[in-house]
């Protein structure tokens, strides 16, 4: 999975050029940073220069991604940093961050160190939010060198955004149409988002949270509707996309097996856009197919509804 476009505070980053003109030339981010990854693919050099500028939103993308993540790191005798990553996507972000400047070093129970900008800085981890497909979001609560506090969150889309801020509207809006294009060029999103919080704000949530963890029963509904009262009132920062690319072979396999009438299904958390724009790429779906139609519904009623009228 590679990182490929990210909207920041209303405006979209990635490769935006025209697809009759020349291809971008690909960054060389080593000549800004030492610690960036070889192998990382970007051509929008916008984004690197508002970064190396100093934007303020920017430099929280970044610092979200280098944080918010249950990555681990080794580095060689050599000096390489590798990360190791339980799932593709979040390792593409955390190297995403890591070239922009924001590089994720290490991680003790209770600390999260990174380099940001050239300057090492270690953060407390104070407490971690778990991703399941319930929640479709994580959330890391984390207190910088100077003492402020901060709860950094990134998740779907259909979650993250319902939980923001009101004074979000005009951003989310933005954001939204983002998120949409990027689905129909068939990436992977997801949302990102921060809250600040006060210290009688954590003492008060690390207490309730403490209770819900110690429950004797309903613990982990107590814990999931401790996380949801804390991520609430978030700020809006951006979106990521990612691309998720095929596998050699695999279009020209799914043609094969559909020619032997061999029935073909895919199951798959991504937005609607995403999943079609998918099955078309890999010879799901293909144009001369007449009768595709998309089921809506979210009941057993609804559903057997939409069916019966095909």
């Known amino acids: 999975m590679s990182f490929n476009k990210c909207s920041i505070n209303g405006q979209t980053y990635g490769e935006g050029t025209d697809p009759l003109g020349p291809r971008p030339k690909r960054l060389d981010f080593t000549l800004f940073n030492p610690l960036a990854d070889p192998d990382f693919c970007f051509y929008d050099d916008t ?31 050599e000096g390489e940093l590798v990360y190791k990553a339980q799932s593709p996507d979040e390792g593409a972000l955390v190297t995403a961050a890591r070239n922009f400047g924001f590089v994720f070093r290490s991680r003790t129970p209770g600390t999260i160190t990174t380099t940001e900008m050239g300057r090492p800085v270690t953060y407390t981890l104070l407490a971690i939010l778990d991703f399941n497909n319930i929640r479709k979001r994580m959330s890391v609560i984390v207190r910088n060198p100077e003492g402020r506090i901060r709860l950094y969150c990134k998740g779907a889309d259909t979650v993250l955004l319902e939980r923001l801020h009101p004074c979000n509207q005009e951003l989310m809006n ?137």
Request: glycine fraction near 4%; include cysteine; charged fraction near 25%.
């Open 47 to 77: 984004l690197l220069e508002s970064v190396k500028v100093g934007d303020a939103h920017a430099h929280t993308f970044f610092r979200l991604l280098s944080l918010c993540h249950t990555v681990m790191s080794e580095e060689k005798s």
């Open 174 to 310: 933005v954001t939204s149409d983002h998120l949409n294009e990027y689905a129909a060029d068939g990436l992977r999103t997801l949302a990102l988002a921060y809250r600040d919080l006060s210290e009688d704000e954590w003492e008060a949530w690390s207490e309730s949270h403490r209770c819900a963890d110690k429950a004797s029963s309903c613990r982990e509904d107590r814990v999931a509707a401790a996380y949801e009262q804390i991520e609430q009132d978030m700020m809006l920062l951006g979106a990521t996309a990612i691309e998720d690319k095929l596998q050699e072979g695999v279009p020209e396999t799914i043609a094969v097996l559909s020619l032997a009438n061999i029935k073909i299904w895919v199951l798959t958390g991504d937005k609607q856009e995403t999943a079609v724009n998918i099955g078309y790429s890999c010879k799901m779906l293909t144009d001369d197919m007449t009768e595709v139609f998309i089921i809506s519904g979210h009941t057993v009623q609804s559903v057997r509804q939409e069916l019966g009228s095909v």
